[in-house]
């Protein structure tokens, strides 16, 4: 494991870009990235698509896993990456730190441009992650968009499937499209947690009504899933498979 996610993971913390110390918080679990490497390491991904950067914890994980070649790639998308009140550019300087400047390709635009561009760009890849904008619009386009790009067999995660909106898409995946869950990480707690702990409650306020969503038990039972391609989409025009 690179120094900089390892700092991330026992500290809590990393560094700004002038040295100092910052509090991480939004970040994925060690599941999580555990789930991360494993799909990466099962496909022997080269090319991966991330939405949502933040401070670089995901990111990381993915580009320690990515096997390395001269096509090895990541896309990583954040518009809010470089804002001086929200991540101030930590992410991307986490990444160079890391030593991965010269594999990953920064978007600073919003998922539905960023995604759109790759598409028309013909970029193809093994793995994705989505982990953006948390609305079922949102959501769901970006696993459309990522769907165009992504490779028969290669594997889509979305993280925070416990949150209602987030579900919504998994079930929609699920019933519709030609993708097999492979496999799903424990509920997370994480950010409330952190919240809590470090008495963020401006950042709080924002988010919480992304908790209104909870519903039940079945729909808690992952904070992340993992979906292989399993083949083009060759549905027919009107298909639809209703799922809730
Ligand atoms: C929960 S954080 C991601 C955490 C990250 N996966 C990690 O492990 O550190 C969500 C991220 O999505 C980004 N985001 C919000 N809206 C977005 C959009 N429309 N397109 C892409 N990223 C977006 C936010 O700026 C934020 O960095």
Known sequence: MNPVLEEIISTGNTRTISGGIKKVIGQISPEEGKLIQDCINKTGA??????????????????????????????????????????????????????????????????????????????????????????FDHALVDFFLIDKLLRIDGIVILDDSDWKAVRKVCSFISNNRAYKFIGGTSKRSYINENVHRSGLKKYFNRMKNFFKGYVDDEQKRFGAMAFQKVSGDDRRWDHFVDFS
């Not at 670089?56 to 070649?69: E, V």
């Not at 929200?86 to 600073?108: C, P, T």
């Open 46 to 135: 080269e090319i991966s698509v991330e939405v949502g950067l933040a401070f670089g914890t995901s990111a990381l994980y993915i580009c320690d896993a990515l096997f390395k070649s001269d096509k090895t790639r990541h896309y990583v998308i954040d518009p809010y990456q470089m804002y001086e009140d929200s991540y101030s550019g930590i992410g991307l300087n986490n990444l160079k730190k890391a030593g991965y400047e010269n594999i990953v390709d920064f978007i600073d635009k919003p998922s539905h441009q960023a995604l759109a561009e790759l598409e028309r760009k013909n970029v193809k890849a093994d793995f994705a992650f989505i982990d953006g904008w948390h609305t």
